[in-house]
């Protein structure tokens, strides 16, 4: 069984693991479903989670895969168009596109 996927962990354990803090560690049924992942800001909360995207970073509220977001705007299309097309709000949109845009950097 993969460290990670061990039900007994605790999200400390985890946590520690994956050098991350403990409250970004989500739990369902008592395995870790979710990973906040904290270089997105609170406007545009993204996480890890298995059951959504096959595990590619989501947008939490609506399940939008972050890629998704990114490859629109990155082929043109304006903010609002991006938000409007996913449900999403412009200041969302232009916050998950600052941090593609500064991972790529």
């Known amino acids: 069984m993969d460290k990670l996927t061990d039900p007994l962990l605790t999200p400390k354990e985890v946590a520690r693991h994956l050098r991350i803090p403990e409250s970004t560690v989500y739990y369902w049924l008592g395995v870790a479903a979710s990973l906040r992942l904290s270089q997105y800001p609170d406007a545009a909360p993204v996480i890890i989670d298995p059951r ?12 939008v895969p972050v890629d998704a977001v990114v490859d629109l705007w990155s082929a043109g299309e304006r903010l609002e168009d991006v ?23």
Do not use: D
Request: glycine residues 8%; aromatic residues 12%; charged residues 25%.
């Open 52 to 63: 959504f995207g096959w595990g590619a970073p989501v947008v939490e509220a609506t399940k």
């Open 83 to 105: 938000a409007y097309e996913y449900g999403l709000s412009r200041e969302q949109v232009e916050a998950i596109c600052r941090v593609a845009v500064a991972r790529a950097a």
